[in-house]
């Protein structure tokens, strides 16, 4: 199937960040991606990036049950 590997590597670190018109130390996650373009195609790059997003933006989203189950393997 198709593979995309998160890999959290550490806890949060104040690292500089643009903000706007300057640089300001932000507290930040850090983590790296691994994707195998040979098997990803950038659709699925976008829809597992934005789902991503949406997961950091709002962890406690994490503990709701999923709005439906889609069975692929029977």
Request: charged share 30%; net charge positive.
């Amino acid at each position: 199937g198709r593979q995309l590997l998160l890999r959290y590597r550490g806890g949060l670190c104040d690292l500089p960040a643009w903000c706007g018109v300057d640089v300001q130390k932000k507290r930040m996650v850090d983590f790296s991606v691994v994707c195998d373009e040979r098997i990803c195609d950038g659709h699925y790059y976008a829809t597992a990036f934005k789902l991503l997003k949406k997961m950091i933006e709002n962890p406690e989203k994490l503990l709701l049950p999923p709005e439906k189950v889609v069975e692929d393997i029977k």
